[in-house]
């Protein structure tokens, strides 16, 4: 069964810091990979999404892929309190998205 | 900007009663995905639709659950009859199909939170 995997959380970050959220993948054969906020009570808001290894600059937000160790991340730079919410990581492979539980991100004002 | 649009926001139902969501995807976007999450979890694929036809519905439980695209445009996802472990966010989500750049990214509408009394 093909997984995508993320702490639960909740992760607690002081306001300003740099917030880290991470997710590992089972199915070595994914392709695309995503990064989505979700406030409470709300739906799925795309962040950004990464296709080769390395890093992805956008705003305060960059997307890490490793493939070799099947693994992305999200940093989140300067993090502010309404950046507090649930990031869920999603992974395609042969055409079909699985995404994980989400990790529960606070911002301590 | 453009949406995806589902609608009711909201539905309270009893158990045993039949209940039906509406989607609208982005325009041009040919595939179109049902998702339920349930509080604390992840999205989990129920159906995904390409044109009016269904590509995957592996996870869709199909005695009680239905879905349907007729015209390759909007769906409509229908529960019957509705049972209490229902209760969770139906989401509808929308994507082109994938190119260089922007590949298969989805967006979601606002969901349909179903409660069954």
């Known amino acids: 069964q093909k997984e995508v995997e993320q702490n639960s959380g909740p992760l607690s970050v002081p306001e300003g810091a740099i917030a880290s959220l991470n997710c590992t993948y089972s199915d070595r054969g994914s392709q695309s990979f995503f990064w989505y906020r979700q406030y409470s009570g709300k739906s799925p808001e795309l962040i950004m999404f990464i296709y080769s290894n390395g890093d992805k600059e956008d705003g305060r937000f960059t997307a890490q892929l490793n493939k070799a160790s099947q693994y992305v991340s999200l940093l989140i730079r300067d993090s502010q309190p309404s950046d507090s919410a649930t990031y869920l990581c999603a992974v395609n492979g042969d055409d079909k998205i699985i995404f994980g539980k989400g990790t529960r991100l606070h911002i301590l004002p | 900007e453009a949406e995806v649009a589902q609608s009711p926001r909201y539905k309270i139902t009893e158990k045993s009663q039949a209940v039906a969501f509406w989607c609208d995807p982005i325009?041009?976007?040919?595939?179109l995905y049902w998702y339920r999450q349930i509080l604390g979890q992840g999205p989990e694929l129920l159906v995904q639709f390409q044109d009016e036809s269904v590509v995957d519905d592996s996870q869709l439980p199909k005695d009680r659950f239905s879905a349907e695209r007729l015209k390759g445009v909007d769906s409509t996802l229908k529960i019957q009859p509705a049972e209490l472990g229902d209760s969770a966010m139906y989401l509808c989500?929308?994507?082109?199909?994938?190119?260089?750049?922007?590949?298969?990214?989805?967006?979601f509408g606002p969901g349909t939170r179903l409660t069954v009394l």
């Open positions: 325009s041009g976007h040919a595939t």
């Open positions: 989500a929308s994507s082109l199909p994938p190119v260089a750049g922007e590949g298969d990214t989805q967006y």
